[in-house]
């Protein structure tokens, strides 16, 4: 189960492509419904299956307070009946500080911080309600997430307005250390042909310096290739993963009603992506009509030989685009058909080379848990002034019986 909560409305930034609605100062969620928000999940969760609970917003660090309640809560059902919670927290980042940052690390929070990249590229976009600018508020809680938090990811929206500094983006990022980095195409904006070229232009790019990445041996996850490298190598398999409306994930307004996905909620004023709410659950059969809506064939994508590997599946992005869930975007589709050829490169040519963390990162099922080993040593010699030379050492000695250990492959 994943188990998206709108902490609030409210947001500390303007930024210009925000589609989550009106920033009203007083929409905010409620203790009482977070807390029947986590039960509901728990009670409709099979025992032993793990519950994600993402906060987002707006800003959720505005209700920080109902954040740590929700942890504290969950961590509770955790110790009574050993269901695995995971939490998840999408945040812009400007209210982030080390306390914070200390309860994030003691519960095992996942941040994902929002950073378009270089000052001309963030603050194109992401402004405060004065309309100014917040890379340089930002930029130091960058490096300070980083410090403390080895596993954060940032998100990049990319938009007519920022796409020349892409790559420079993605460069600074990884400069700071960041390894978890996803790119967001704004779909919905105005892009003309002068703006795709360049998106193109700055793909390849970045395919460039992903292959000189690799070959270096310098791990990291760039979910533009890695998400149609993996589509190309799982093929059909792929289309049993994906998303199907509210099958898995709810998202759950300040006022506790319940959506299909966090691009439904809005201003929580459309009567008709309502599934339910947290105190009546969900409405089943307003949930499967959606869900038949979404999978139904679209006319548009009709004898497409990519339709196993592109994003035209995601009710989210439809939503977001066309108004319909079940209305493909002609700007996805186009840009779709610009990136699978650039990231289809990127794996022929490390294929080809067999390139050792390429086959390791693609075809090893051990490879998430075997780097997460390796980033927590790194993290633990980096806090204790260790060389990481002596923690690659280290790893590269370790014997096979510890790896079958770790894995559970024995």
């Known amino acids: 189960m994943h ?82 919670f995971f939490f998840k927290v999408i945040t812009n980042g400007l209210l982030v500080d080390e306390a914070f940052l200390e309860f994030a690390n003691r519960h095992e929070i996942l941040i994902s911080v929002s950073c378009d990249g270089v000052r001309e590229a963030h603050d194109a976009s992401r402004c405060d309600a004065l309309g100014r600018g917040t890379w340089d508020r930002l930029e130091p809680r960058l490096r300070l997430i980083r410090r403390e938090n080895p596993y954060a990811q940032v998100t990049l929206v990319v938009t007519p307005k920022s796409v020349r500094w892409l790559a420079e983006s993605v460069e600074w990022l990884f400069g700071l250390r960041f390894r978890y980095l996803h790119l967001q195409v704004q779909h919905e904006a105005e892009w003309d042909r002068r703006s795709f070229r360049e998106l193109r232009r700055q793909y390849r790019r970045l395919a460039e310096l992903y292959v000189a990445r690799m070959r270096r041996g310098e791990k990291f996850f760039l979910n533009c290739f890695d998400s149609k490298i993996h589509s190309y190598i799982q093929g059909e398999t792929l289309a049993h993963q994906r998303c199907s409306v509210g099958r898995g994930q709810v998202s759950v307004a300040p006022s506790g009603r319940m959506y299909p996905c966090v691009s439904f909620v809005g201003a929580d004023d ?43 599946w995601c009710a989210c992005l439809n939503m977001r685009t066309t108004g319909r869930i079940d209305r493909v975007s002609p700007v996805v589709c186009e840009h779709e058909r610009m990136l699978m050829p650039i990231a289809d490169w990127v794996g022929n040519t490390l294929w080809k080379e067999r390139n050792r963390l390429f086959l390791h990162k693609f075809y090893n099922r051990a490879y998430p848990v075997l780097s997460h080993l390796e980033e927590t040593l790194e993290h633990w010699a980096e806090q204790r002034g260790i060389s990481l030379d002596a923690v690659d050492e280290a790893i590269a000695n370790l014997p096979d019986e510890s790896v079958a250990f770790a894995t559970g492959k024995e």
């Open 3 to 84: 188990l998206t909560l709108h902490l609030t409305h409210a947001c500390n930034l303007r930024c210009t492509y925000c589609y989550t609605g009106e920033k009203f100062p007083r929409g905010h969620m409620s203790e009482k419904v977070a807390i029947r928000a986590i039960d509901w999940s728990h009670e409709t969760t099979p025992p032993g299956e793990e519950i994600d609970i993402v906060f987002f917003g707006g800003e959720p660090l505005v209700r920080r307070d109902t954040l740590e309640r929700c942890v504290e809560h969950s961590q509770r059902l955790r110790a009574e009946t050993r269901r695995p």
């Open 270 to 312: 459309r009567e008709e992506h309502r599934v339910g709410d947290v105190w009546s659950g969900l409405d089943e059969e307003k949930l499967a009509g959606l869900a038949c809506r979404m999978q139904r064939p679209k006319p548009s994508c009709e004898g497409c030989a990519l339709t196993d590997r592109c994003s035209h």
